[in-house]
């Protein structure tokens, strides 16, 4: 790795955002490429008030600090409203996200024209999925798991553990 080139980057601190409702190994891995990428990373859990997750702002967090131990140049916090106002505030100037099909795509170009249109210094960049996460997502974790399908391999071990107890009240 050159490190030359990371430490003249204008971009030292970026964030990784999104509902983690739960965690999942496709975030995970996207987290794990951004921190190599750049000195610090700040997983941004967005709180929305209009919307009921299955796990409480309080858990996503704690199972995101355990999901990213690892990672020593990553931090996690919550945070409500606009991203844009987020980034400024913790001076964070670049926003990182997963891509994985097509479907995305069209919302995520949305809301990073939104977010340059609010906020020009703020840059945006994508990552593509790993092949084997391409179809991953929270929604179809809880609903693999709210029916009984394994979600092995899919999710940290502690996120598995905290749905398991959600759905049939074991650890
Ligand atoms: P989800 O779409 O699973 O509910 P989030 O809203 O928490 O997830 O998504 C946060 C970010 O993580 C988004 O940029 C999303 O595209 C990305 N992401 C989600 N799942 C994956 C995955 N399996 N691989 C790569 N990126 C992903």
Same mark, same amino acid.
Do not use: W
């Given at each position: 790795?050159?490190?030359?080139?990371?430490?003249?980057?204008?971009? =030292? %601190?970026?964030?990784?955002?999104? #509902?983690?409702?739960? @965690?999942?190994?496709?975030?995970?891995?996207?987290?794990? /490429?951004? $921190?190599?990428?750049?000195?610090?990373?700040?997983?941004?859990?967005?709180?929305?008030?209009?919307?009921?997750?299955?796990?409480?702002?309080?858990?996503?967090?704690?199972?995101?600090?355990l999901a990213v131990l690892h990672l020593p140049n990553v931090?996690?916090?919550?945070?409500?409203?606009?991203?844009?106002?987020?980034?400024?505030?913790?001076?964070?100037?670049?926003? =990182? %996200?997963?891509?994985?099909?097509? #479907?995305?795509?069209? @919302?995520?170009?949305?809301?990073?024209?939104?977010?340059? /249109?609010? $906020?020009?210094?703020?840059?945006?960049?994508?990552?593509?999925?790993?092949?084997?996460?391409?179809?991953?997502?929270?929604?179809?974790?809880?609903?693999?798991?709210?029916?009984?399908?394994?979600?092995?391999?899919?999710?940290?071990?502690?996120?598995?553990?905290?749905?398991?107890?959600?759905?049939?009240?074991?650890?």
């Amino acid at each position: 790795m050159n490190e030359g080139i990371i430490m003249e980057s204008k971009y =030292v %601190k970026a964030i990784c955002p999104g #509902s983690f409702d739960p @965690i999942t190994n496709g975030h995970v891995d996207i987290i794990e /490429r951004a $921190s190599q990428l750049f000195p610090e990373v700040v997983v941004g859990v967005l709180q929305n008030p209009h919307k009921k997750p299955l796990f409480s702002i309080e858990d996503r967090v704690d199972l995101i600090k355990l999901a990213v131990l690892h990672l020593p140049n990553v931090s996690v916090c919550a945070f409500e409203g606009l991203l844009v106002d987020f980034a400024r505030k913790i001076n964070a100037n670049l926003i =990182v %996200k997963g891509l994985r099909a097509i #479907s995305d795509f069209e @919302i995520e170009f949305q809301m990073a024209l939104n977010n340059k /249109r609010l $906020s020009p210094e703020i840059e945006t960049m994508f990552m593509m999925t790993r092949n084997e996460y391409s179809f991953l997502s929270s929604s179809m974790i809880k609903e693999l798991a709210q029916f009984g399908g394994s979600i092995q391999g899919l999710v940290p071990t502690e996120v598995e553990k905290a749905i398991h107890k959600k759905f049939c009240g074991m650890s």
